[in-house]
């Protein structure tokens, strides 16, 4: 059974950084795509960065575009998301998502994506 579990979340202030991990278990994610999803208080989830395991492949939202990088640890079987220049609007809880179909391409959406994780909380104080 596949289990992502996020950790890395936290208050931060305007400027700052933080690094997201999400670990993940219970299968070989090397035909996978993994992504990152947001969502904000009385929004919808939307869509934050992807990336085929290899990395070869990542794909960006436009409003973290410069500011948030995707990767993967084959070794450590785990995902990060590293996000400099935080803003307030970058607040949410921050989900790691599996696509296990789709020959490993990453989505920007999150039907194509089967299995989540239970979220970690990021607050950007202004």
């Known amino acids: 059974q596949v289990q992502l579990v996020e950790s890395g979340g936290g208050l931060v202030q305007a400027g700052g950084s933080l690094r997201l991990s999400c670990a993940a278990s219970?299968?070989?994610?090397?035909?996978?795509?993994m992504g990152w999803f947001r969502q904000a208080p009385g929004k919808e989830r939307e869509f934050v960065a992807a990336?085929?395991?290899?990395?070869?492949?990542?794909a960006y939202a436009d409003s973290v575009k410069g500011r948030f990088t995707i990767s993967t640890d084959n070794a450590k079987n785990t995902v990060y998301l590293q996000m400099n220049s935080l803003k307030p609007e970058d607040t949410g809880v921050y989900y790691c998502?599996?696509?296990?179909?789709?020959?490993?391409?990453?989505?920007?959406?999150?039907?194509?994506?089967?299995?989540w994780g239970q979220g970690t909380q990021v607050t950007v104080s202004s």
């Open positions: 998502a599996a696509r296990r179909n789709g020959l490993g391409h990453p989505s920007t959406r999150p039907y194509d994506y089967d299995y």
């Open positions: 219970g299968r070989t994610f090397s035909s996978y795509a």
């Open positions: 990336s085929s395991w290899s990395g070869i492949t990542t």
